[in-house]
C-alpha cells in the first residue's frame, strides 16, 4: 500500500487494515464478547492517550459527551478492560503488525523524513532496522 498521508488519520486508517486481516484465534462463544478489533484498537488507544485510567476516563468522557475518544478517534464498539485486552492479545503474534511498522518505514523514507539520520552514501544508522519479513 502506498503512503499518501503519514499523518495520525493514515497511520489510524492502514493500522485497521491490518488489523482487519488478523484472524481471531478463539473460538466462538462467550469468550468473544469483544471483538479482536477492539481489543487490539483499544491497547493501541490506551498507549496513544497516555491516561492513567483509560477505561475509567472513556467513560466519563461518555457520561459528558455521550461520545468518547475510543469511538470518535479509534472506532471501537465496546472497550475491553485491561485484563480482557491482555487476555486476547496475548494468543496474537507481533508479527501481524509487522506490515504496519513497514509501512510506516516505507512513508518516512519516501516522504524524506529520515535523510538527517542517513551516513554515507545515503545509509542509515544500524540501530534503524527493519522489522523481519514472515
Known sequence: MEVKQLGFLG??????????????PRS????????????I???????????????EYQRQLN?????DNAQSLFGLVNIPTVEQMRNILDGIAAKHLFPWFR???????????????????G????????????
Open 11 to 24: 497511520m489510524l486508517s492502514y493500522f485497521q487494515v491490518v488489523v482487519a486481516g488478523i484472524t481471531d
Open 28 to 39: 466462538a462463544g462467550n469468550a468473544t464478547r469483544y471483538s479482536l478489533k477492539d481489543a
Open 41 to 55: 484498537l483499544g491497547a493501541f488507544a490506551a498507549f496513544f492517550r497516555q491516561n492513567e485510567s483509560f477505561l
Open 63 to 67: 457520561s459528558l459527551c455521550g461520545r
Open 103 to 121: 509501512w510506516i518505514d516505507q512513508g518516512l523514507k519516501d516522504q524524506g523524513y529520515l535523510r538527517g539520520f542517513e551516513a554515507l552514501d
Open 123 to 134: 545509509n542509515l544508522p544500524k540501530f534503524w532496522v527493519k522489522a523481519p519479513s514472515f
